[in-house]
Structures are given as C-alpha cells and as structure tokens.
C-alpha cells in the first residue's frame, strides 16, 4: 500500500513538472489562433483555429526582415568564432606550455562578462568603425560571448580525445596543424555541431547590444522586434500578433533542441562539472 | 599532457608544438582583445570623463567626479555628488542582489528536486527530458512576452487561475504593481532557468558510483540522511559551479526586466540603470561609471568565490 501512494505522489509531481515546463508555450500557441475578442476569454483548451494572426505577421516586411537579419548575423558569428576556436582549443588542450591554466581561466572570465561592463566601449568602437545599425555591429559584439563559450567547450572536447591517435600521427610526421584537420576534425564533428548550435542559440537570443546597436526597424533582430512590437498605444498591445510571432521564431528552435537533445545536454555540462 | 614520444629531435618536437600552439592562439587572443579587453578599458577611462553620447571624443578627464565628489557650500554645508550616493543606484543595487539571492536560491533547490527525480527509471523519462528543454530552447525576449499576457491584469490566465482557486479576491496587475513586480520577474526567472540547473544537477548525479547507494540501502540508512550525507557532498563540485555561473547571469540580468516590467522601480537592476544612463538620458559617462562599479562587483565575487570555494572551474585538477 505504501508503495502505491509512494508511486502516486510520485507520478503526480512528474506531471506537475511537465504541465509546469509545457503549459506557457502551449498557452502561447493556443492564444496565436485567436482573433478578435476571443482573445480576451481565457481559455484553457484551444477553442478556435484562426490564422489571422499568422497571415498579419507575414505581411509585415520588418518582422520578415527581422528573421533574415538574425540568422544571418547569428550564422556569421558562429562560423567566425568556430573558424577562431578550433586551432585554440586544439593549443589548449593538446599542447603543454607554461601559463595554460590562467588562460583558460581568463577565456572564461571574459565569458562571464557583464555585457553591460563593454557597452560604452563597444558603442564608441562601433561608432569608429561606422558599422552602427548594421549587422557588422551584432556580429563583432557578439562574439565576445560566442568565442570564449566554443573554445571553452571545444577544448574539454579536445582533452578527451585518446592520445594514442595524435601519437601515431606524430610518428607519421603529421605537424599540429594537419593533426587538426586530417585527424582531429573527423572524429570531432559532433561536438562541433552542439557547440555550434548552442552558440548559435546564444547569439539568436542576445537582446542588449542588438537594442543599443541598431536604429531602424529594418536592421532589428528578432528578440528586438518582439521585445517593440506594440500597439498605437501602450494599452493596445496585439496581444495574438505577438503570441503568433513568439511561436514562429521558437518552434524552429524548441525542434532543433530537440532532434539534439542528448548532444546539447553533453555540450551544457562539458563545461564544469568534470573538475 | 604526459610526455610524447621521445623520437630522433624529441626536444625540438615539443619547441616546434608550442610555436604552432603561438601561432593558433594569438588570432583568438587578438579578437578577444578587440571585442573585450579594449571596450572594457575604454569604458572604464569613460567613467573618469564627462563624454556625451553625441560627442564622444570631446570629453575631458573629471576625476571621480562620476562616482563621488562633494562641494562646499558658502553656509558650510556639504554636497555629495555621484553614484555612490544616489539613491535610484542603490536601489538597483538591491534590487540585483534581491533578484539573485532568491531567484539563484530558488532554482538550485527546484533543479535538485527535479535532477532527482530525472535520475530515477521511470517510464517516459525521456520526454519529461525533452519537455523541461523547452523553457531553456524560448528565447528570453519570447518568455518574457509569453509570461506578460500570462500576467496581464485584465484577461491574464494566472489571475484567472488564482480567482478559481479562490486564493486572491481581486484581479492583480503583476507586473504594473511595485509590489509584485518583482515576484512577476522571479517567477519567469525560475522557469526559464530551472531546466538548466537541473541538467547539471543531473550530470553531477551521475557521476556519483552506484555501489554507494547501494551499500547506504544495505545498511537501512534513511533516504533524506543518504541525500544530505552522500549525494549533496559528492555532486558539490558540480553544484558550485551551476551556482556560480548561475549568479553571474543574475547579476547582470537586464532582458528580462526590461521587456517585462518596463521602468518599473521595484525591479530596475544595475544593468537597466547602467544602459539608461548610457544611451537613453544622455549621462554617457555616468552610466560608464555604474557600469565600471558592476563589472567590479562581479570581478571581486568570483575572485571570492574561487577562492573560497576552492572551486576547480578549468577543471585542470586531474589532468
């Protein structure tokens, strides 16, 4: 008997764990097929199936706009920091030189940056560069958060790679860097695609200097256009035009975090927890 | 790394890695030094300036007139001037440190209960996995916006869940009241983050041989004495470091709060403050120096915290 109410209480707070983890995406979705005053009954199962919040999202050319400047400055931050990245952590991990550890131990102060610690700096950088409101301006600033995550995360990868290989290649005469590319980068691949995503995540995610570095509603990247999309006046919010934009821009994401959810559980912990 | 074979020119071997190791770090290094070290000194000379956002260049060198000065008036009376003694500063000050201790607290006790619960076989553990990553896949920007109609006053389902419950009387503007808003922010805070801590909870959990509990069931050791005397002090190295970067990210919290409760004084942190005084009122060189004072505060908290905590972050112990 005791064991029963023992399973009971304890299927109970799985469940509550899920409804709690699942239950504002779904409200989200069920909210975005809504229009008109049935947007403003609360309901908790979905009640009707309109897509007149959809179709008014695409029709606005700056949200599109939007989405197409994120990824692009989210894939080009990510492709500079890897092509950065991999031959560091290679050095960081493989190869034995004095001061080693401070400087792993400074890649991952500058990871822990206060973001706001650069702002100014960045800003007058920007300005001086004459990159301010262009994507230029998202990619150099975030990359003071995406190159010290993957060289981080690359070199534990590295570290665990067997020293027999890079032996053998040593002995075949392999030099370091073609023990990168023809030995290492095979076998590395996927950690290569879990570091990329969760820089990529990062960088599709970041909010402050997106919002101080660009202008225009053209140049905005998504979390900036969601984060102004408002009304004619601070009462009228389009309440079902936002959920409908929440959902599109996270559903790509919640599927890629799923497909690889094993490798990102991997990447998140490769950090820290094996000291 | 333990020492490669010694070959014909074994000596000029390990020379000749170091000389590669040079030549593949100094790119990295030279970007960070462009994207962080400068920027951050830059900032830090700002806040000894009078620099306008409009002339950046124009500013002249003021002392730490930014942070603190006084005046003397004719009558005798003395004026503070600066950061240091302006009350919406330290608002924000305790505003971040109450933000971080409860929602850093709060989440590390969740992520435990749930790391705990993902540990044990169950049917379906996979998709309850599955299902805690989506709080952590939403951009905080999408939460934000999600939980601010969950919030909303007038037709926000949490009112209308609490009203059914009958555990309040009357509908609660969340995030538009000083006196909930910071419970608005928390409670965002912990679902977003939660997932995290629990995963690395999760990987600390595992770490831990098996046979311990094993041995702890054979001797009929109640379960919370085994949690309290074997779990906690084994997965402690994993849970510092959670801790740690967990901290951090609360210290320097600003999306959240900026989408979801704007220019609310209740919840205005030393990053929304910093930005404010920045960008939108002009005080370029004040907000530096607000800036300067966090990115110490943050400096001096984990030097503490290593060094107290003896914490292995480079994980370099064993190796």
Not at chain 1, 19 to 38: E, H, L, R, W
Not at chain 1, 161 to 181: C, K, N, R, S, Y
Not at chain 1, 194 to 216: D, V
Not at chain 2, 55 to 83: A, D
Request: glycine content about 6%; some cysteine.
């Amino acid at each position: 008997m005791k064991y029963y109410v023992q399973e009971t209480c304890f299927y109970l707070l799985v469940l509550i764990i899920v409804i709690a983890s699942v239950f504002p995406f779904y409200y989200a979705i069920i909210t975005s097929f809504k229009a008109g005053t049935a947007l403003f009954e609360v309901d908790y199962l979905p009640t009707s199936f309109n897509l007149a919040n959809y179709a008014e999202v695409f029709a606005s050319p700056n949200f599109i706009r939007s989405i197409f400047n994120s990824v692009f400055i989210a894939s080009a931050t990510v492709g500079f920091a890897m092509f950065l990245a991999i031959t560091a952590s290679y050095a960081l991990a493989r190869v034995r030189f004095q001061g080693r550890g401070l400087l792993l131990m400074t890649i991952l102060a500058v990871s822990m940056f206060p973001q706001i610690a650069v702002l100014a700096g960045l800003f007058e950088l920007v300005r001086f560069l004459g990159i301010f409101n262009k994507p230029w301006a998202m990619i150099l600033s975030y990359t003071i958060f995406t190159l010290p995550f993957t060289v981080w995360v690359l070199t534990t990868f590295m570290r665990d790679l067997p020293m027999e290989i890079e032996e053998a290649a040593i002995v075949d005469g392999a030099t370091p860097w073609q023990i990168i590319t023809k030995v290492f980068l095979p076998l590395l691949w996927p950690a290569l695609v879990t570091t990329g995503l969760l820089a990529f995540i990062g960088a599709w995610n970041e909010f402050l200097f997106a919002l101080t570095f660009t202008a225009s509603d053209t140049q905005r990247t998504v979390p900036v256009a969601i984060a102004l999309l408002s009304g004619s006046s601070e009462f009228e919010t389009p309440w079902g035009m936002l959920m409908a934009a929440s959902v599109i821009v996270t559903v790509p994401l919640i599927i890629l975090v799923l497909i690889f959810q094993k490798k990102i559980v991997a990447g998140l912990t490769a950090g820290g927890v094996k000291g | 790394m333990t020492s490669y074979p010694q070959h014909s020119g074994g000596q000029s071997l390990a020379a000749q890695r170091r000389k590669a190791a040079f030549w593949f770090l100094a790119p990295m290094l030279a970007a960070l030094f462009f994207v962080a070290a400068w920027p951050l000194l830059r900032t830090i000379y700002f806040s000894f300036t009078d620099t306008t956002l409009t002339n950046l260049y124009g500013g002249e060198w003021i002392g730490f007139k930014n942070y603190l000065s006084y005046r003397q008036l004719s009558s005798g009376r003395v004026i503070w001037k600066g950061t240091l003694v302006d009350p919406a500063w330290w608002n924000a000050v305790w505003n971040t440190v109450r933000f971080s201790v409860i929602s850093v607290a709060i989440e590390t006790v969740l992520g435990i209960i749930v790391a705990l619960i993902l540990h044990r076989n169950f049917v379906g553990r996979g998709w309850v996995r599955a299902a805690i990553l989506i709080p952590w896949a939403i951009p905080t920007i999408v939460s934000a916006r999600m939980w601010g109609w969950m919030l909303n006053d007038q037709f926000g389902i949490i009112n209308d869940i609490l009203l059914k419950l009958h555990l309040i009387e009357t509908k609660i503007a969340w995030t538009a009241n000083i006196e909930t808003a910071m419970t608005a922010v928390l409670i965002v805070d912990v679902w977003k983050t939660t997932p995290f801590m629990a995963l690395l909870c999760l990987a600390g959990l595992q770490m831990v041989p098996k046979d311990i509990y094993e041995a702890a069931r054979v001797d009929g050791v109640h379960p919370i004495k085994v949690f309290f005397r074997i779990t906690l002090p084994l997965i402690r190295p994993a849970l510092m470091v959670a801790i740690i970067f967990r901290t951090l990210d609360a210290l320097r919290i600003f999306d959240l709060i900026y989408v979801l409760t704007p220019n609310s004084k209740a919840t205005k942190t030393m990053s929304v403050i910093a930005r404010e005084n920045l960008i939108d009122f002009d005080k370029f060189a004040y907000g530096a120096a607000q800036s300067t004072i966090l990115f110490a505060i943050i400096a001096v908290f984990v030097s503490a915290y290593i060094w107290l905590g003896k914490v292995d972050l480079a994980g370099e112990g064993d190796r």
